[in-house]
Antibody, heavy 119, light 105 residues
Framework: EVQLVESGGGLVQPGGSLRLSCAVS????????MNWVRQAPGKGLEWVSV???????YYADSVKGRFTISRDNSKNTLYLQMNSLRPEDTAVYYC?????????????WGQGTLVTVSS | SYEPTQPLSVSVALGQTARITCGGN??????VHWYQQKPGQAPVLVIY???NRPSGIPERFSGSNSGNTATLTISRAQAGDEADYYC????????FGTGTKVTVL
């Protein structure tokens, strides 16, 4: 059975840092394109970042230079390191898998973890 | 930047047909995917590559895409279809539509 379980969310002050994790079972993270997508309270979905199976990484302009996506193959886990956090980063963060590498749509999602940036 | 536009809300009578549009310049040249999201839950893929249904998605869900508009059609709408629906495309990066709230009356 495929499962994606996010963790690491919480309350952080503006300018602070947080690392999100997405523990995966049922498939191999490093064989897939893995993404982070976020949703601000009451708002729509916003793509954040992707890591390709080959290791290339890409980011939305809104987080470029502040967020870093990575993976630990031994733990089959995806990460999102978030630095210099801003109030507008407040959102539920979902990890998601692309159906096949390069399919550009998401067939499996985690349940999400809430990040709140506030003083 | 490419932001597909969707109506804020669509209402449909129980058992009738709902159509949700996703508009964008020449969106017909892109693959459009659709997600259903119920309150407090993660999105669920309901249509991929314009008109394909993942396994487990009822045949009542169908999609089309041509010109400047892609459409998700929900036939014989049920109370359980009440949700937010998002279209999504890839055009050098990933774009989600603005989302449509479907209400079943």
């Amino acid at each position: 059975e495929v499962q994606l379980v996010e963790s690491g969310g919480g309350l952080v002050q503006p300018g602070g840092s947080l690392r999100l994790s997405c523990a995966v079972s049922g498939f191999t993270v490093s064989d897939n394109y893995m993404n982070w997508v976020r949703q601000a309270p009451g708002k729509g979905l916003e793509w954040v970042s992707v890591i390709y199976s080959g290791g290339n990484t890409y980011y939305a302009d809104s987080v470029k230079g502040r967020f870093t996506i990575s993976r630990d193959n031994s733990k089959n886990t995806l990460y999102l390191q978030m630095n210099s956090l801003r109030p507008e980063d407040t959102a539920v963060y979902y990890c998601g898998r692309e159906f096949t590498p390069g399919a550009r749509y998401f067939d499996y999602w985690g349940q999400g973890t809430l990040v709140t940036v506030s003083s | 930047s490419y932001e597909p536009t969707q109506p804020l809300s669509v209402s449909v009578a129980l058992g009738q047909t709902a159509r949700i549009t996703c508009g964008g310049n020449n969106i017909g040249s892109l693959n459009v995917h659709w997600y259903q999201q119920k309150p407090g839950q993660a999105p669920v893929l309901v249509i991929y590559r314009d008109s394909n249904r993942p396994s487990g998605i009822p045949e009542r869900f169908s999609g089309s895409n041509s010109g400047n508009t892609a459409t998700l059609t929900i036939s014989r709408a049920q109370a359980g279809d009440e949700a937010d629906y998002y279209c999504q495309v890839w055009d050098s990066t990933y774009f989600f539509g603005t989302g449509t709230k479907v209400t079943v009356l």
